[in-house]
């Protein structure tokens, strides 16, 4: 494994994702990847040593792995003592999080998305709850063995995540990556944007004959677009507004966000604009930004 800076030797960490189907193990999933965690979906208990022995001697080792075991597989029995002790007398340390919800939830869930339990076909005559019992049966001794039970009855996506990221997270788990990118209205809309605002309001560099060469991160047209007085109190609104989005995207759940900034052709306006705007936000805490200039060099 990888030493950490007191040269003593780093435990991978291993969380195994378990529990009833339909109680929202694939939201605590994509919540664990995006917390930075490496997730292997539905692996049955055979293959979990060999993607850890992996993983372990990765270079650079996986740190931080998640494995979602499900009764999907069929060779997955429920049992996880030989797994987890087989874990044991190896470099990672491992936790089981069971996630389970009440009949009458997972029946709704089921019936809102049209699909059958995975354990109802084992049978001709074998009802969904029939399903749900037997599988809760089957996982009754992982469920009385896991580090931490998740009832997710009451619970909607975004607050099972924020449980997640409580329990699993670390000092960056509320971190939003904010992506500010400038471009050309003329070359179309980015298409992954979340917001747009459009600063073809604000004086145009192209005629002034010597800042029509410059870009946006030259002083003279930073200087020029930014010295208009609608420039400042603009930014200072969007500033604003973007406190009570982020504020939004922390309790969904949401972590990564795009602003794009255009103007006419992406070179001048918006690029001096985005830089002022990524300025800014980067003072703000929990705000990781970064900038991107699309059609910066097209003209």
Known sequence: MESSENGASRRAEVIIITGLSGAGMST???ALEDLGWFVADNLPPQL???MIDL???ADPPLERLAIVMDVRSRLFTGDLGQVVNELAARPVHTRVLFLEATDAVLVRRFEQVRRSHPLQADTADRTLIDGIAAERGQLAPVKAAADLVVDTSALTGPELRRKIETAFGDATSDTIQVTVESFGFKYGL???????CDVRFLP???WVPELRPQTGRDAPVRDYVLAHESAPEFLDSY???LELTTAGYRREGKRYMTIAVGCTGGKHRSVA???ALAGRLSGEPGLDVHVVHRDLGRE
């Open 28 to 30: 605590a999933a994509t």
């Open 48 to 50: 979990v040593i060999s």
């Open 55 to 57: 993983a372990v001697r």
């Open 190 to 196: 980015p298409m992954d944007s979340d917001l747009v």
């Open 204 to 206: 145009n560099p192209h």
């Open 239 to 241: 500033q604003r507004m």
């Open 273 to 275: 604009m985005t830089e």
